[in-house]
């Protein structure tokens, strides 16, 4: 059986980013990532800072339930690069056969076929900021393979170079659902008045660009609503 590197578990709290924004879930973390973005906020689970567990899918579960009792119905996968593990497919399929949704944030490296099975799926390529190269033929397999109800694309913006990469990647993939994020740049500060005003003047600023753009007539410009309400705190 093929054990998850599982940094976190929390929950329940509310997903703060994309097309499920707002929905009450729990949040499973895992570890390991192919990518380096500079401004991860979440580099504790590739750059050694951090430590995982192996666990196992039945483990997983019930540390779901121990956590968050019986007061969620969705869990939301994310890392790390989830993808990089074959054994999600049998979480999946454990908290499907109780009624349990899931969703899954992945950059759009890695293919899993497990991958299908998740109700929420937002693919998150990278921006020329982040440092990262994105290989588009790897972002077309994911285009190819799911479905239009079940995906979305959501790109993190900080500057006008990656404005113009949202836009290239939402008219390559005008079928999914294609989401804007206002991007952290400082997210260790423990300032929470400074990051709030600072990540509101950003997202203003984002707002200001869709709105002059054609290309994003359909797009949706979300904040990070979790680091609105707290800050860079984690395992919330
Ligand atoms: C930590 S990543 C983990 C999942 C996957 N590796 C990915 O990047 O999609 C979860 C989401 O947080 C976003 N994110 C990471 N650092 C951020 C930052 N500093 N500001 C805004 N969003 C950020 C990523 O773009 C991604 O959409
Ligand atoms: N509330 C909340 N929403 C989130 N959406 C994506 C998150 C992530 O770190 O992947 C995240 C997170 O860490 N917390
Ligand atoms: S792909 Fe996601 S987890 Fe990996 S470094 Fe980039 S933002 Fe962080
Ligand atoms: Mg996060």
Not at 7 to 27: A, D, S
Not at 195 to 205: H, M, P, Q, R, T
Request: proline share 4%; with cysteine; net charge negative.
């Amino acid at each position: 059986m093929s054990k998850i590197p599982v940094m976190e578990i929390f929950g329940p709290t509310i997903q703060g980013e994309g097309m499920v924004i707002g929905k009450k879930t729990m949040f499973v973390r895992t570890g390991g990532c192919d990518y380096k973005c500079s401004w991860c906020d979440s580099s504790f689970t590739w750059d050694g800072t951090g430590s995982s567990t192996a666990m196992t899918a039945e483990d997983i579960v019930a540390q779901l339930k121990e956590i968050g009792g019986d007061q969620f119905s969705h869990v939301t996968i994310s890392g790390g690069n989830p993808a990089l593990h074959k054994g999600i497919g049998k979480l999946i399929d454990l908290l499907s056969r109780e009624n349990i949704q899931t969703a899954v944030e992945t950059q759009g490296t890695f293919w899993q076929d497990w991958l299908k099975e998740i109700t929420d799926i937002t693919i998150s390529p990278k921006p020329p900021s982040s440092g990262m190269i994105t290989d588009f033929t790897k972002l077309d397999v994911f285009y190819d393979r799911l479905s239009k109800e079940q995906a979305s694309l959501k790109v993190v913006v900080f500057d006008d170079t990656d404005f113009a990469y949202a836009e290239d990647i939402h008219l390559r993939y005008p079928g999914f659902p294609f989401y804007l994020q206002v991007g952290n740049e400082d997210a260790t500060t423990t300032n929470d008045q400074a990051l709030v005003s600072d990540l509101l003047e950003k997202y203003e600023w984002l707002i200001d660009k869709a709105v002059a753009s054609v290309t994003m007539n359909n797009a949706r410009v979300l904040p990070q609503l979790h680091t609105l309400v707290w800050g860079n705190k984690r395992g919330v």
